[in-house]
């Protein structure tokens, strides 16, 4: 089966970097994808991982160890908006998706 | 405009009965995913489908059915059966089994009574 674990809440203050981690367990994988959903909304897509290293996109990063079934997202230069929940997910055998529980980022002024 | 639409946007049932929650897309994806999301619980695969006419069961398919008899539609009926139907049920896509991005349409909101 899958599962993944991270985080239910973290705290930043603004204009910070927050790390949130996750870790996975999955019969095949094929990659870690990170998104973002805010109060009310549907989940956007952030980043991708399907091998081994650092994926940078603007204020966001994301990494992978797949020897460590291991992954985080980096958020850069902390903004109000960026307070939400970011949920990590693994793609794996027959393109099943898998979402972990979410993490809720809380960031201070 | 290109995109996946959900409706209705709230939707209210009385215990015992069946409700289809319509999820269409225009973005001429391959694979749709119907989600289950719950406070504190994330996203539960209920069902997907890689193509037409073919679906699998996710983590959490009992009470619910789906089909797939059209390529921009994935129409998910919550059975009488689903012992605790009240949700935010969330409908994605992507272009097929070699992508990883997944789009969302804006999610229906089902409240059993």
């Known amino acids: 089966g899958q599962s993944l674990e991270q985080p239910s809440e973290v705290t930043a203050v603004e204009g910070a970097i927050v790390q949130i981690n996750c870790t996975y367990q999955t019969s095949g994988f094929y990659g870690l994808s990170w998104y973002q959903q805010h109060d009310g909304g549907a989940p956007t897509f952030l980043s991708y991982?399907?091998?081994?290293g650092l994926e940078e996109t603007g204020r966001f990063s994301s990494f992978l160890s797949r020897s460590d079934s291991y992954g985080y997202l980096l958020l850069q230069e902390l903004q109000m908006k960026d307070s939400a929940s970011y949920f990590c997910a693994v793609r794996g055998r027959d393109d099943k998706i898998i979402f972990g529980k979410g993490t809720r980022l809380h960031i201070l002024p | 405009d290109g995109g996946i639409t959900q409706s209705p946007k709230y939707l209210f049932r009385k215990e015992g009965q069946n409700v289809t929650l319509s999820c269409e897309q225009n973005l001429n994806h391959d694979a749709m995913y119907w989600y289950r999301q719950d406070p504190g619980q994330g996203l539960r695969l209920i069902y997907y489908s890689q193509i037409v006419n073919d679906f699998q069961k996710g983590d959490i398919a009992e009470g619910y059915s789906v089909s797939r008899e059209k390529k921009e539609s994935f129409p998910l009926t919550v059975t009488s059966a689903q012992k605790n139907p009240t949700a935010f049920y969330l409908c994605?896509?992507?272009?097929?089994?070699?992508?990883?991005?997944?789009?969302f349409g804006p999610g229906t909101r089902l409240t059993v009574t």
């Open positions: 994605a896509s992507k272009t097929g089994t070699s992508a990883y991005e997944q789009y």
């Open positions: 991982n399907a091998l081994d």
